[in-house]
């Protein structure tokens, strides 16, 4: 459907559009909103990697937002007719934005997908946004984050209510009846998770809370 996109032919991957909507929802209030000093954290960034699970092609993509206190991410997984290209893609915060307005209600866009390759994303209403280059500069490695928190830490953890309180937002926006709370690694953090479905695709969610120094 998306042969070409903005020019490209460097299709990721087609999503579907309830899906995309949830986590950017989900996701953009843990971002930054500094663009002048944390330029490449201001904004959704998209991780796309093809793999194949017990014989079936599928897609996955890692949603994920940070401003250097909170993270999360909402990763999705689906079956596809072939794996998808491996890549990342940087949304700018006005661009999330405007991908979210675009969407509409989950309602509206129940029956839209959404393609996206480097520099814009087509609806499959056939209405193409443009994503404007992301600045210069590496995204905080969010994985190594997120893998270090596995074990209880043997103290308390104080964290800013404000975040902890829109981690668990953005678990219900993605449709979770329940999260699993645990913290500590090195960066004694709070780590949330979370789990729901959204028709065929399996989303999950990570939100990482930084601590208040007592």
């Known amino acids: 459907m998306f042969d070409t996109i ?3 032919t460097a299709l990721f991957a087609t999503i579907p559009a309830t899906v995309l909507r949830s986590a950017l929802r989900a996701v953009l209030p843990a971002a930054s909103t500094d663009r002048t000093n944390r330029a490449r954290m201001a904004g959704v960034l998209l991780a796309f990697e093809g793999a194949v699970l017990e014989g079936v092609p599928h897609h996955t993509v890692e949603i994920v937002a ?3 206190h909170r993270l999360t991410l909402v990763r999705a997984t689906w079956a596809a007719a072939e ?9 700018p915060r006005p661009a999330a934005e405007g991908l979210i307005k675009a969407l509409g209600s989950a309602k509206a866009c129940a029956a839209l997908s959404v393609g996206i390759a480097p520099g814009a994303a087509a609806l499959s209403d056939g209405r193409v946004l443009p994503i404007p280059a992301a600045a210069e500069g590496e995204f905080p490695p969010y994985r190594k984050v997120i893998q270090d928190i596995r074990e209880p830490h043997p ?3 104080r964290a800013n209510s404000r ?4 981690a668990v937002d953005a678990a219900e926006e993605i449709g979770a009846e329940s ?3 645990r913290y500590g690694g090195e960066l004694e953090a709070i780590r949330l ?3 729901a479905v ?3 695709v399996a989303l999950e969610l990570v939100a990482i809370v930084m601590p208040m120094r007592r």
């Open 179 to 181: 999260v699993d709370l």
């Open 198 to 200: 959204d028709g065929p």
């Open 66 to 68: 940070t401003d250097g």
């Open 83 to 91: 794996p998808c290209r491996t890549g990342r893609v940087f949304l």
């Open 6 to 8: 903005g020019g490209s």
């Open 155 to 157: 103290r308390g953890v």
């Open 163 to 166: 975040y902890l309180s829109a």
């Open 193 to 195: 998770d979370a789990k």
